[in-house]
């Protein structure tokens, strides 16, 4: 009979270096007595033995790198974190845009008799007109400016005859949504047909994706997935009549479309399946027929009707092949897109419309065109920091939980972080009940960031597109107020006492030191300030003693916010904690003046 071969036992329990090693030297003493016997840690046998320890250990750690990485709760990278997200819906909005509401000004001629102003002269300022800030921020007119349009202008008398005191010019100002960034082209040639094709873009810094068409002048359409095939495109609105919005919402069945995705590297196109550039009149669906598909069954085994899924294919829309893309988009150099009021007061390039070019007088036009200025009245908003690690993964399982509806309070928080970039960014949001309404009303405080970082009022373009962008995940019975929020300065200072044998100047630095970190990052609107998180924070320094006291105090004054906060009737009975009311948020403006120590 064949001998049997002996069993021999591993320790598979043994992940670093040291065990490692060891159980491998009790393992030679014990299988190997005659042929291994030098066990010097000078031997070249102790060098091999080292050597499989080193390569076990680094592989042990890399296994459980690896396995930490796959996880929400254990993941450290960035990236990582994001592509765990990005597995149950989240998307994270890099590159975000600064937007606003910005003044022009125009002169132009007064009529026959010096009434008013000729508004054959009125000119429509197109979108697509570039602006720049004092700092060189770029900035792109977003919709037409009309200063025809008497519901939406000021018109006032900039130049009169020295002689008769006739109005001679009308100076006329009319607001219109701006934006950051620069708007870019990049050309892409495409070969064969290829499923579900990966477009990688070259332009950096991509905040959105403006448009996408081929050679042939078809247009792609930009959706969340591919399975989504409605999408909802504003037209330019035709009609004269006073009031009426410059844009109308058409509802367009998407049938080439593409997905937009960034990394670290880079912009990604993703396309559909489908080859089929002949698209059929009957390629949509019948919504009636839609609803109730029973496949030529007498039985309904699913009665669950997708409302953006109307076309009858299951390509996922048609995939570019054998043309040329074009593809225009929009970049920001980075996050520090926000600029104070007044800051923008340059146009860069203007684009005019005169409604009736060909009867009017040149001289004019010019001196219509000339007289074009622009200032911003209010700061733009909508640039935010990065979210932390820790901030994007309370996103992401706050992403998963809703489910792209908004039922509780954390719905609607992880909603209104999610809006695209291109619309806006919200700093910090709270949502609150509205007890004095009849109505399921809420609340909703917000709060953007500035230039430099500070919090600041949100600007009435971002929270109208928040409105919009909340109306269609909210409850059909919940009613939304949109309020800004109340920012509120405050400094914190205290003594201490030192170590005699330390010196107080590096005690006093690295206690001021600490203080910025708790503080460094943003608070949320209605959270408490506690001290003792303070004297916690203190004691951990090298040096000090004990802190005999500490004071959180107003800062008003100068750039300083003006809300009135009475913190002496605030404080909790035991002067623990600052009670902060649900509506106002709590901020070191400046982390370096602000915190000021004593150390004796």
């Not at 203080?515 to 916690?536: H, N």
Request: aromatic share 10%; net charge negative; charged share 25%.
């Amino acid at each position: 009979m064949p001998k049997s071969k002996k069993l021999r036992s591993v320790n598979y329990t043994s992940r670093d270096f040291d065990t490692i090693k060891e159980d491998l030297v009790e393992y030679a003493k014990k299988y190997y007595p005659d042929t291994y016997k030098d066990f010097n840690q000078a031997s070249f046998g102790s060098l091999m033995l080292d050597t499989v320890s080193y390569v076990g250990d680094i592989l042990s750690f890399y296994l459980d790198y690896q396995a930490n990485e796959t996880f929400l709760d254990t993941s450290i990278e960035y990236d990582n974190i994001l592509r765990i997200g990005r597995q149950v819906g989240y998307k994270l909005e890099s590159n975000q845009v600064s937007s606003g509401v910005a003044a022009f000004y125009v002169l132009v001629p007064s009529n026959s008799d010096g009434s008013g102003p000729d508004y054959q002269y009125a000119p429509i300022l197109s979108r697509g007109t570039t602006l720049e800030a004092n700092n060189g921020i770029p900035f792109t007119l977003n919709t037409d400016v009309d200063f025809s349009d008497l519901q939406r202008t000021e018109v006032k008398v900039a130049r009169a005859n020295i002689d008769t005191g006739i109005p001679t010019y009308f100076a006329i100002k009319s607001y219109g949504e701006i934006i950051s960034g620069f708007v870019e082209e990049e050309e892409v040639e495409l070969g064969n047909f290829q499923k579900f094709l990966k477009v990688e873009l070259e332009t950096s810094n991509i905040s959105e994706i403006i448009s996408v068409t081929d050679s042939e002048g078809n247009e792609y359409y930009e959706v969340p997935n591919l399975s989504q095939d409605m999408i909802y495109k504003g037209i330019r609105n035709k009609s004269t009549d006073a009031g009426e919005p410059l844009e109308v919402i058409k509802p367009i069945h998407a049938i080439r479309r593409f997905v937009f995705d960034r990394d670290t590297a880079g912009g990604y196109l993703y396309f559909g399946a489908s080859s089929n550039v002949a698209v059929e009149k009957d390629f949509l669906a019948d919504p009636s027929l839609a609803v109730l598909d029973v496949q030529g069954k007498n039985y309904i085994t699913d009665t669950f009707f997708e409302p953006l899924n109307l076309i009858q294919s299951d390509k996922f829309g048609l995939a570019p092949s054998n043309t040329e893309l074009t593809v225009r988009v929009r970049t920001n150099p980075g996050i520090s897109a926000n600029v104070s009021a007044g800051d923008i007061t340059t146009v860069i390039n203007p684009v005019f419309r005169f409604k009736n070019y060909s009867n009017l007088d040149s001289a004019k036009m010019s001196t219509v065109r000339n007289s074009l200025n622009v200032r911003n009245e209010e700061g733009t908003t909508g640039a935010t920091e990065y979210p932390s690690e820790d901030e994007i993964r309370t996103r992401v399982m706050d992403t998963f939980s809703s489910q792209n509806r908004a039922v509780t309070e954390q719905d609607y928080v992880s909603l209104i972080y999610r809006m695209p970039s291109k619309f806006g960014s919200i700093k910090r949001t709270k949502i609150i009940r509205d007890d004095d309404s009849l109505r399921r009303n809420l609340n909703v405080y917000v709060v953007s960031e500035d230039s430099d970082g500070n919090l600041t009022k949100t600007n009435s373009t971002v929270k109208r597109n928040l409105r919009t962008w909340l109306t269609g995940n909210k409850m059909l019975n919940d009613t939304i107020d949109i309020i800004d929020a109340k920012v509120v300065n405050f400094g914190v200072s205290f003594e201490a006492i030192g170590n005699r044998e330390k010196d107080f100047y590096d005690i006093l630095t690295e206690a001021e030191e600490r203080v910025r970190d708790l503080f460094s990052k943003k608070m949320d609107i209605g959270e408490y300030i506690f001290l003792t998180d303070i004297y916690a924070e203190l004691k951990k320094t090298e040096g000090l003693l004990d802190v005999t006291k500490l004071k959180i105090v107003r800062k008003i004054g100068g750039n300083y916010s003006d809300t009135y906060f009475d913190f002496q009737s605030s404080m909790t009975e035991d002067n623990r904690a600052l009670k902060v009311p649900k509506n106002v948020v709590m901020e070191i403006k400046d982390l370096v003046s602000d915190i000021n120590g004593k150390i004796i």
